[in-house]
């Protein structure tokens, strides 16, 4: 599926048009997949395209038991790309759900113009779509890096949120972690980057835990996931239980 980050222009118009016919969109998409792909998706709601863009809490939980990912699985784009595929297969989802971006959510108002716009020879807005289209299916590595993966991918997204709500239900009894994650677009990107670069604040469970609770508590200040993982990367929580944990967060 990289190979898709190499089309030509004229490839780039044919694959946008696809997305708007299933069968059209998996015809296109079959020369990038492999043959013995084992992902398997196919869960009991249906999403609409506003749901797509921001999966319902509700839904975490069946995505999450349904994929049985662990964390490798689910830091792998080439997952996601099956299971997008599948959702698609399966009718959880239409392809054309795909085209949105954060400044345009409409997906058939977007292709339409991106297709228009191509054919006058203006290529900005049709360059964005194919990208943004590209990051929702698997995050679009080659230019977002491992980061596309954990940011930019719906159901990625739902599972990563409710993954680390579940590291966090290690530690600490805070229902409210999950309904945070939901809501806090910034913290959790933000946490995920550490995640993905350095690794600091995952590695340890227990400081992952204390900051989801307190952040769900608290709220955040800009840089406060920033300066937990500048700590962590000096010091080891690892004698301290979560309330000590806390205390140091809440003096930074």
């Known amino acids: 599926m990289l190979e898709l980050q190499k089309l030509k222009d ?10 708007l016919d299933k069968e059209e969109f998996l015809d296109f998409i ?9 992902v398997k998706f196919n869960p009991s709601f249906k999403l609409s395209e506003f749901e797509f863009q921001y999966i319902p809490m509700d839904f975490y939980k069946e995505i999450y038991d349904h994929l049985k990912f662990n964390e ?10 099956y299971v997008n595929l599948e959702a698609v297969k399966n009718d959880i989802i239409k392809p054309y759900y795909f085209a949105f971006s954060k400044k345009n959510k409409e997906p058939l108002r977007n ?3 991106a297709l228009r716009e191509y054919e006058k020879g203006e290529k900005k807005f049709f360059y964005e779509i194919f990208r943004a289209v590209l990051r929702r299916m698997f995050g679009m590595i080659k230019e977002r890096g491992r980061k596309g993966i954990f940011q930019d991918v719906p159901f990625s997204i739902a599972w990563w949120k409710y993954h680390l709500f579940l590291i966090s239900l290690e530690y600490v009894n805070n229902e409210k972690i999950l309904e945070f994650l939901y ?4 913290f959790y990107n ?4 550490k995640m993905g670069f350095t690794l600091t604040v995952l590695a340890d469970r227990k400081l992952l835990a204390a900051l989801l609770d307190y952040a769900a508590y608290n709220g955040v200040k800009k840089e406060l996931v920033k300066d937990v993982a500048m700590v962590s990367s000096i010091r080891s929580f690892g004698a301290l239980n979560v ?5 140091i967060i809440k003096g930074l």
């Open 243 to 247: 309330d000590e944990i806390q205390k």
């Open 10 to 19: 004229e490839e780039k118009y044919l694959f946008l048009k696809s997305l």
């Open 183 to 186: 809501e806090k677009a910034t």
């Open 190 to 193: 933000q946490l995920v980057e």
């Open 72 to 81: 490798l699985d689910a830091s792998n784009y080439k997952n996601w790309f």
């Open 30 to 38: 079959e020369v990038f997949v492999e043959e013995d792909y084992k």
């Open 111 to 113: 292709i339409a113009r």
